[in-house]
């Protein structure tokens, strides 16, 4: 069982999260190019501000508002080196950044993709919603097959040398509007939801942070420690 830091981080910038991400991520680098003894994988959960960020594969287009918009709105909108399109993080949304050596857990890139969707998938399981995925569309939906179909959680990942940065985020009381100035990951035909919308009430953010940290440790075989 390999030992994971879990990092429960408050009011920071996108900016601080991103340049703490980075430094864990190539020291984690370092550590395999010296091929020293493992280090302690990462966990990193945080609630951001208003930011929209593009991944490597964005179309501009996808970003509605316009400055003067994103400017009343404060939000930030960043270009990262994650896969994927636009997306959204702020308040009320848990994001989580696996830090982590996919070779030292014996898998590749996919699996590891397919464990997060799991660890999502059981988190709202706890919650009594049903959420599963969607061949060939990275992330977690509820009502799948159904004409109200919609996401609820969105992954996008980098990869170096099987070290991996960003993660998830899971919308749980956040404000759904933002997504309006957006086409969420580019894709415009279909909505976004919330564990807030979906169970009709504030979802206790700490109890979420405690069910994914629970369900990341059994999936991926941690012994998490704060």
Not at 62 to 86: F, H, T
Not at 145 to 151: G, I, S, V
Request: charged share 20%.
């Amino acid at each position: 069982m390999l030992s994971c830091q879990l990092h429960l981080l408050q009011n920071q910038s996108y900016d601080q999260t991103w340049d703490f991400q980075r430094n864990l991520f190539q020291d984690m680098l370092n550590q395999k190019a010296a091929k020293e003894n493992t280090l302690p994988l990462h966990l990193i959960m945080i609630e951001h501000p208003h930011v929209y960020t593009f991944g490597k594969s964005a179309d501009r287009e996808n970003l509605l508002a316009s400055d003067e918009a994103l400017n009343d709105m404060q939000a930030k909108v960043y270009d990262i080196e994650r896969g994927g399109d636009i997306t959204y993080h702020g308040p009320g949304q848990l994001v989580v950044y696996p830090i982590f050596d996919l070779e030292a857990l014996g898998m590749g890139v996919k699996v590891f993709v397919q464990n997060i969707e799991k660890v999502i998938i059981n988190t709202l399981a706890e919650y009594n919603i049903v959420a599963g995925t969607i061949p060939d569309r990275i992330g977690v939906w509820v009502d799948i097959d159904q004409p109200n179909e919609r996401k609820i959680a969105a992954i996008g990942i980098k990869c170096s040398r099987f070290v991996s940065m960003h993660g998830l985020a899971l919308n749980v009381n956040t404000d759904l509007s933002m997504f309006n100035h957006i086409v969420p990951c580019g894709i415009a035909d279909k909505g976004v939801t919330s564990m807030e919308m979906e169970l009709g009430g504030k979802i206790d953010m700490f109890e979420v942070k405690e069910k994914m940290g629970k369900h990341f440790a059994s999936i991926f075989g941690l012994e998490i420690k704060l």
